[in-house]
């Protein structure tokens, strides 16, 4: 089996403040920096990139944007483009959030695009994928989810996979302390990873990291990472507490 090394994400969302980010950043980089086997992102609110980066540049944290605009420059009024964010010290980027999907009604189209323009533009590039309760409970999970997966993916050509890191967060369980269970979560892991495959092939499917998002928190961590296709988490809320996120980090680097 192809050892994957565990990726471990902290999107704040629209949280912290300038002191509260740097000093949130500053105690995640210290844990980072002792956990070899692990890649560990924050992603900040644009505002306060550039000052956690200030805060983490000599450190092996990872410093990742929630959102990318899919053209260099222009009259797109309150977006953000590559080059800005390389400038500031991302290298890290999040594609198709589901509260960018739900709540901001961004298309499968507009996803498309931003993947395709966020990974020439040299960005580790990470596709949010996963179901409403809806249509949980309607039994369409693997349809939309993989459905998601293809639209996401039909602009990326196999030599750029590399650089793509799917995230599977049903949407029923953000926020809402409801979390999959581990077979739950490794079925559907298991079902992206077969269709990565026929996307593209074996060895590529094979290295693709997927992780688990959704009230991920250091109490569920180890048993959704002992999952043989889970990769690691995007931590939303557990990712605000230095403590929590970095027991999630630990578990990632112990599994």
Known sequence: MTKRIPIIGGNWK??????????LAGAIADQADTCECCEVVVYPPFLYIQ???????????????????HEPSGAFTG??????????????????HSERRHILGES????SQKMEYSIKDGFQTVLCVGETLEEREAGKTVEVVLGQVKSGLQHVHASKME??????????AIGTGKTASPDDAQNVHKEIRECVRGLYDETIANTLRIQYG?????????????C??????????????ADSFNAIVTAACES
């Open 163 to 172: 650089m793509v890191v799917i995230a599977y967060e049903p949407v029923w």
């Open 214 to 226: 959704g009230s991920v928190k250091p109490d569920n961590a180890a048993e959704l990472f002992a």
């Open 79 to 96: 977006e953000v483009s590559g080059a800005m964010l390389r400038e500031v010290g991302a290298t890290s980027v999040i594609i198709g």
């Open 228 to 241: 043989p296709d889970i990769d690691g988490a995007l931590v939303g809320g557990a990712s605000l507490s």
């Open 51 to 69: 000052a956690v980066d200030s805060v983490i540049d000599q450190t092996s944290l990872h410093l990742g944007a929630q959102n990318i605009w």
């Open 14 to 23: 629209m949280n912290t403040n300038l002191e509260s980010g740097m000093l």
């Open 108 to 111: 499968a189209e507009l996803i």
